[in-house]
């Protein structure tokens, strides 16, 4: 069963106190059908060295948090110091009800005060759900590495989205 939001989402920068619920989110989030390789989080430090509170905003209903979206260099590279490659990751129980278009939304606007010109991401040709979300969220597919990954008997694609903050 769906929840129903009754209160507005408010998005927000993250927090090291944000740390513990969003490790819990990932647990219940990532898995084979999603993720080439699903996080494991030894502690605290170690999810906070991998996802800094500067990087990442979440998203939090009724005091709770019910969402993240981060975003890293893609390269160590100087060259491509414009771009961002971004994750999300949304309750299972909050997803379908906007939470994530609206971190996605947020993120945008977020890099781009930081000088980011592009976000981009990559996701598994599986998970044609997150493909069409990305879609409407106004990505475009910019590439794909044909079966990249073996993942549960079967060669997966990885494919590379792309969007223009200008």
Known sequence: MKRVIENEVVIRESQIKDAKPLMKIDKLVWNARNSPQIPVWKSRTHYLRSCPPDNQLVAE?????????GWRPPT??????????????????????????????????????????????????????????????????????????YIEDRYVDDILMGFWLL
């Open 61 to 69: 209903c009724d005091g709770i948090v019910v969402g993240c979206v």
């Open 76 to 149: 160590m590279m100087f060259a491509n110091a414009h771009a961002a490659e971004i994750y999300v990751a949304v309750h299972p129980a909050y997803q379908g009800l906007g939470v994530g278009r609206k971190l996605i939304e947020s993120v945008k606007l977020h890099t781009r005060r930081r000088g980011i010109k592009k976000l981009r991401l990559r996701v598994l040709s599986t998970n044609e759900r997150a493909i069409a979300f990305y879609v409407r969220c106004g990505f475009k597919q910019e590439g794909c590495l044909e079966r990249e990954y």
